[in-house]
């Protein structure tokens, strides 16, 4: 790889929180490029990029420009003098008086174009499109006052916002709403993806976001952020180059991992079925189910190529115990989880047994009540927990009363259990043990269907299953497969409208989105 790919594939994929943001820049102007040169530089790509989606815009004419007092006001005058010498009616709503040096002298400049400033939004009433650039990572405190009332104003109004850096108002590491926020139809994200904008706070905000690359160096970047980043975002062609696509030629059913699926009650009979169904699209050489007895019939009829392992049932049709000739370690990996109830008896044998392991649903609650830190720490194989926010909040509710940022708690749980955590939401986070936090940076909220998580915990102990018996590291594997997850969701949301994509169709999708890769 060149170091101008290096570069390339670092920027797509690191998180910066608005500390390291300023420490880079810092270093960049402290090596000698000219505060006035980098904005030109930043803020003209920005202009050019509006240009090029003005040209499918014709009902474009007048385009307002919001301008605050630090240098995201100043980007915003360029791109507005940019577009003032292209045609464009500009108006400028400029809040406060008082202005970076270098940000003031872009406005004396538009100013003596003839393009009118006011101190009022009512004055851009009417624009068809706008060009936020209040405030971007220097925000430090709500929004409030006048300006707030303008940015709720602005909000009401119907034509596109282009937010500079971020939707102003958005605090750029927890994406959250200072006060109040611009809600953008785009975000042009400038130089490195800020951590706030894959936040579920930010997406009622952010609108489409795009990267606008300005060549910040890597000896800069890396100087500031550590090897291997702290934060991450999952990029689809790391996520794809980890899928096992690639057999060798001579393998067998068992050099292809065997999965060991514990799922399903009477109550929850269909749970395992899901969750079967992706490991089945998984790959995986062999699957085998776990079920109570009587569903055996039941899960022969829907998955003929699995092995069903009828097992014993308590009184309300969950698993009592395992047959006693199963043998656990005889499996590549374990999932355990969907559908189980807390009646089910089989949690503890698993914990215990040296086999890489995912853990979700009931297999969650389980330890939430039976000792979440403590039983994990102990284990000798790799774990992987996939909580929704809710068993998340069972599991760790020491971390969730002291943690105020999903990244953070997400963080904290990893470092204190050693296992990999699935944070799912709509902008999924896993963290590694290691610190390290990565989030999907692209889902689909017709994902928000039950039994969608069942095809995440089947799909990722398929992938677990097959590296953990080849090279593979298992790690990047949980993050192939949440991405994988999200592939399916969107394309069977284009092809089917948002509310095809049930849990069942789900599965359907998984290899249909990987086939043209
Ligand atoms: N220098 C350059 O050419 C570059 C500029 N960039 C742009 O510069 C921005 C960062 O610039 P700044 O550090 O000047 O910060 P901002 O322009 O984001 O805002 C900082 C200014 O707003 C004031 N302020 C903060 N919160 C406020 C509030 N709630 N109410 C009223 N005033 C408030 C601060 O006192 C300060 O004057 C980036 O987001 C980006 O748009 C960089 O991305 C790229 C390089
Ligand atoms: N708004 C959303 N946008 C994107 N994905 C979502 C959204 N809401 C839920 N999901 C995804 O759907 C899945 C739901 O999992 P879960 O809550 O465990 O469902 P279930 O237990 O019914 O299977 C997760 O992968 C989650 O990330
Ligand atoms: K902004």
């Avoid at 003596?112 to 009433?125: C, H, K, Y």
Wanted: charged content about 20%; hydrophobic content about 45%.
């Amino acid at each position: 790889m060149t170091r101008t790919d290096r570069r390339k594939a670092t920027v797509e994929s690191i998180l910066v929180t608005a500390e390291q943001m300023r420490a880079i820049e810092a270093r960049v102007f402290e090596a000698g490029i000219p505060v006035a040169a980098l904005m030109e530089k930043v803020a003209g790509s920005v202009a050019r990029r509006i240009e090029a989606l003005l040209q499918e815009m014709p009902e474009v004419s007048r385009v307002g420009v919001l301008v605050g007092p630090g240098h995201n006001g100043g980007d915003a005058l360029v791109v507005a003098r940019e577009l003032h010498f292209r045609g464009y009616a500009i108006a400028v709503y400029q809040p406060l008086s008082k202005l970076k040096a270098l940000t003031s002298q872009h406005a004396q400049y538009l100013a003596s174009l003839g393009v009118p400033f006011d101190e009022e939004i009512s004055a851009l009433e009417g624009c068809d499109l706008f060009v936020d650039g209040l405030f971007g990572f220097g925000l430090e405190r709500p929004l409030s006052g006048a300006i707030a009332e303008a940015v709720d104003r602005l909000n009401e109004w119907d034509s596109p916002v282009l937010s500079i850096d971020l939707p102003s108002g958005l605090h750029t590491d927890t994406g959250q709403p200072l006060g109040t926020a611009v809600r953008a139809t785009r975000t042009f994200c400038l130089g490195l993806w800020k951590l706030g904008l894959v936040q579920d706070e930010a997406l009622a905000y952010v609108g489409t976001p795009e990267l606008i690359d300005f060549d910040l160096p890597l000896a800069d970047i890396e100087a500031v952020v550590s090897r291997p980043p702290a934060l991450r975002r999952i990029v689809a062609s790391c996520a794809r180059s980890q899928l096992p696509l690639d057999r060798p030629q001579v393998t067998h059913k068992y050099k292809q991992g065997h999965l060991l699926l514990v799922a399903s009650s009477r109550r929850y009979s269909g749970a395992g079925l899901l969750a079967g169904l992706a490991a089945r699209a998984s790959g995986v050489g062999m699957l085998s189910i776990a079920v109570p007895e009587s569903l055996k019939l039941l899960y022969n009829g829907h998955l003929p190529e699995a092995l069903v392992v009828g097992c014993p049932e308590t009184e309300t049709g969950a698993i009592a115990a395992f047959p006693e000739e199963l043998d656990l370690q005889g499996f590549s990996a374990i999932a355990c989880g969907p559908g189980l109830t807390l009646d089910a008896a089989v949690v503890p044998a698993i914990l215990d047994c040296p086999v890489p392991a995912v853990l979700d649903a009931d297999g969650l609650n389980w330890l939430a009540q039976n000792g979440t830190v403590e039983r994990l720490s102990a284990r000798e194989a790799p774990t992987m927990l996939t909580p929704h926010p809710g068993e998340f909040k069972r599991l760790f509710p020491q971390i969730e009363r002291t943690e105020v940022q999903r990244c953070d708690r997400v963080r904290r749980a990893a470092v204190a259990t050693g296992a990999i955590v699935v944070l799912k939401g709509a902008r999924t986070a896993i963290a590694h043990p290691d610190g390290t936090v990565a989030f999907l940076p692209e889902s689909t909220p017709a994902l928000a269907r039950g039994g969608t998580g069942d095809v995440l915990t089947g799909l990722l102990g398929g992938l677990v299953a097959q590296a953990s018996v080849g090279e593979g590291a298992i790690a990047p594997l949980v993050e192939a497969a949440v991405w994988w997850h999200a592939q399916a969701g969107r394309l069977a949301a284009r092809e089917r409208s948002p509310l095809g994509v049930d849990a069942r169709t789900l599965t359907d999708y998984l290899i249909a989105s990987i086939v043209d890769l």
